[in-house]
């Protein structure tokens, strides 16, 4: 006996779900693919839009025509590729093993609370990539250093400043100057400190929503697509606010 | 000689750019090491269009972005993750992000020197050249990885189904 309770916590879970993947940074239409097929599981037929803040959901019960409407604000949640391969992987399940709600529910919030990889190694790993980084450009070894330095500092103070609910533009604000003067020592040493200068602040350039957002332009998306292409290019804004202050603090020009 | 050491230098670093860049996004453990073959991978081939065949940086980004999108539909199937788990980490590196930064800069640098015709004009041209170079190469690089998700949609949507084959046995 389906109750009308139930209808109503499955249309509720379904634009959970989707406002999550949505949130977690996963180009639209695979949201919306991934939406469908749940629903389909759930035997509802979905219709979405997706605008930058928040979904709106048409489903209908595929047996008793009923319909119900659904609008869901999209959570602003850390990028992550490991739920939008479980997810999606949830929603293939779903369809091919005939999962029932119970077990549908179950397996999402093991998925979304699955803790994230330990900070202590993403802040050695970002480290060593914008040393790397450091290197593509032409940098000698004493930069590479530097600059790794500067970025585990950078990038301790966004963890600091995230946990504790900062606005994002200043956590990009305050981090891109913090690593952009740690890695100013670099002009006291007789080395490539114009390219340590320029490399130190590159890894928190917003790449995710860059791409994210062209993919979705490209799939006809538009809307969404801009609206992530013009987040990341605040974003951008503020690296360049951060390290413009060492700039004329130390070199007295920008470029 | 030296070339070759260049390149697997280069393909080394941009291997390790990917992985830390990509670790921000909490990818799937299993997907590391495809995200660093295919980071490799596209950053030397961009280098070596670049530095060897004189190519310029926008149509180097279209074809690097191209070999990473392929290399994601073929690996992206042993590991079951979507070829934007595997791709968008190995094209971080490849984002032009000095040339994002420098945008901005000769932006504020042209409104400091707007009483200074030549040094307003040059800051104009660099403002411009700077942005132009950072839209194509971002979207290039974007179209490359998905072009081949778009010819060979079946496969790529369907990468994370590891239920497939019970699916077909039901029938």
Same mark, same amino acid.
């Given at each position: 006996?389906i109750?009308?309770?139930l209808?109503?916590?499955?249309?509720?879970?379904?634009?959970?779900?989707a406002a999550?993947?949505?949130?977690c940074?996963?180009?639209?239409?695979?949201?919306?693919?991934n939406?469908?097929?749940?629903?389909?599981?759930?035997n509802?037929?979905?219709?979405?839009?997706?605008f930058q803040?928040?979904?709106?959901?048409?489903?209908?019960?595929?047996?008793?025509?009923?319909?119900?409407?659904?609008v869901v604000?999209i959570?602003?949640?850390?990028i992550n590729?490991?739920?939008?391969?479980?997810?999606?992987a949830?929603?293939?399940? +779903?369809?091919d093993?005939h999962?029932?709600?119970?077990?549908?529910?179950?397996k999402?919030?093991k998925?979304?609370?699955a803790s994230?990889?330990?900070?202590w190694t993403?802040?050695?790993?970002?480290?060593?990539?914008?040393?790397?980084f450091?290197?593509?450009?032409?940098?000698?070894w004493?930069?590479?250093?530097?600059?790794?330095i +500067?970025t585990f500092?950078?990038?301790f103070v966004?963890?600091q400043m995230?946990?504790?609910?900062?606005?994002?533009y200043?956590?990009?604000?305050?981090?891109?100057?913090v690593?952009?003067?740690?890695s100013s020592?670099?002009?006291?040493?007789?080395?490539?400190s114009?390219?340590a200068?320029?490399?130190s602040?590159?890894?928190?350039?917003?790449?995710?929503?860059?791409?994210?957002?062209?993919?979705?332009?490209?799939e006809g998306?538009?809307?969404?697509?801009?609206s992530?292409?013009?987040? +990341?290019?605040l974003?951008?804004?503020?690296?360049?606010?951060?390290l413009?202050?060492?700039?004329?603090?130390?070199?007295?020009?920008l470029? | 000689?030296?070339?070759l050491?260049?390149?697997?230098s280069d393909?080394?670093?941009?291997a390790?750019?990917?992985?830390?860049?990509?670790?921000?996004?909490?990818p799937?453990?299993?997907?590391?090491?495809?995200?660093a073959?295919?980071?490799?991978?596209?950053h030397?081939c961009?280098?070596c269009?670049?530095?060897y065949?004189?190519?310029d940086?926008a149509?180097?980004?279209?074809i690097?972005?191209?070999v990473?999108?392929?290399g994601?539909?073929?690996?992206g199937?042993p590991?079951?993750?979507?070829?934007?788990?595997?791709f968008?980490?190995?094209?971080?590196?490849?984002?032009p992000?000095?040339?994002?930064?420098n945008?901005?800069?000769s932006q504020?640098?042209?409104?400091?020197?707007?009483?200074?015709?030549d040094?307003?004009?040059k800051?104009?041209?660099?403002?411009?050249?700077?942005?132009?170079?950072t839209?194509t190469?971002?979207?290039?690089?974007?179209i490359g990885?998905?072009l081949?998700?778009f010819?060979?949609?079946?496969?790529?949507h369907?990468?994370?189904?590891?239920?497939?084959?019970e699916?077909?046995?039901q029938k």
């Amino acid at each position: 006996m389906i109750t009308n309770e139930l209808l109503l916590e499955q249309v509720k879970f379904v634009a959970e779900y989707a406002a999550h993947l949505m949130g977690c940074g996963i180009h639209t239409s695979r949201v919306i693919r991934n939406t469908k097929r749940i629903g389909d599981t759930l035997n509802f037929d979905v219709n979405i839009s997706v605008f930058q803040k928040s979904i709106i959901l048409t489903m209908q019960k595929k047996e008793t025509q009923h319909i119900f409407s659904e609008v869901v604000e999209i959570p602003a949640l850390p990028i992550n590729f490991e739920h939008n391969s479980e997810l999606s992987a949830l929603s293939w399940e +779903a369809v091919d093993r005939h999962l029932t709600f119970e077990e549908i529910k179950e397996k999402y919030y093991k998925i979304i609370f699955a803790s994230r990889m330990n900070s202590w190694t993403v802040v050695l790993l970002v480290g060593l990539a914008n040393a790397s980084f450091c290197r593509l450009f032409g940098g000698d070894w004493l930069s590479m250093l530097i600059v790794c330095i +500067a970025t585990f500092a950078g990038f301790f103070v966004k963890m600091q400043m995230q946990k504790r609910n900062v606005n994002h533009y200043i956590i990009f604000i305050v981090s891109a100057f913090v690593a952009s003067l740690l890695s100013s020592t670099a002009l006291l040493f007789n080395t490539t400190s114009e390219i340590a200068l320029a490399t130190s602040v590159l890894y928190l350039i917003p790449g995710v929503p860059l791409i994210n957002g062209v993919i979705d332009i490209i799939e006809g998306h538009t809307l969404t697509g801009i609206s992530r292409l013009t987040n +990341a290019f605040l974003l951008i804004i503020c690296i360049a606010i951060g390290l413009s202050f060492t700039l004329f603090l130390f070199t007295n020009r920008l470029l | 000689m030296n070339t070759l050491l260049n390149v697997i230098s280069d393909g080394f670093f941009g291997a390790i750019a990917a992985i830390g860049f990509g670790a921000i996004s909490n990818p799937p453990l299993r997907a590391f090491k495809f995200i660093a073959l295919l980071g490799a991978v596209g950053h030397a081939c961009r280098f070596c269009l670049m530095t060897y065949l004189y190519i310029d940086i926008a149509s180097a980004s279209l074809i690097s972005g191209l070999v990473i999108g392929f290399g994601s539909l073929i690996l992206g199937k042993p590991i079951y993750c979507p070829t934007t788990v595997i791709f968008i980490p190995a094209l971080l590196p490849m984002i032009p992000g000095k040339f994002a930064y420098n945008t901005i800069f000769s932006q504020i640098m042209f409104l400091q020197h707007m009483n200074q015709p030549d040094l307003k004009a040059k800051y104009m041209e660099m403002c411009f050249s700077n942005g132009i170079v950072t839209f194509t190469v971002i979207f290039l690089l974007a179209i490359g990885a998905t072009l081949p998700m778009f010819i060979f949609h079946t496969r790529s949507h369907s990468l994370t189904r590891r239920s497939y084959k019970e699916s077909l046995l039901q029938k």
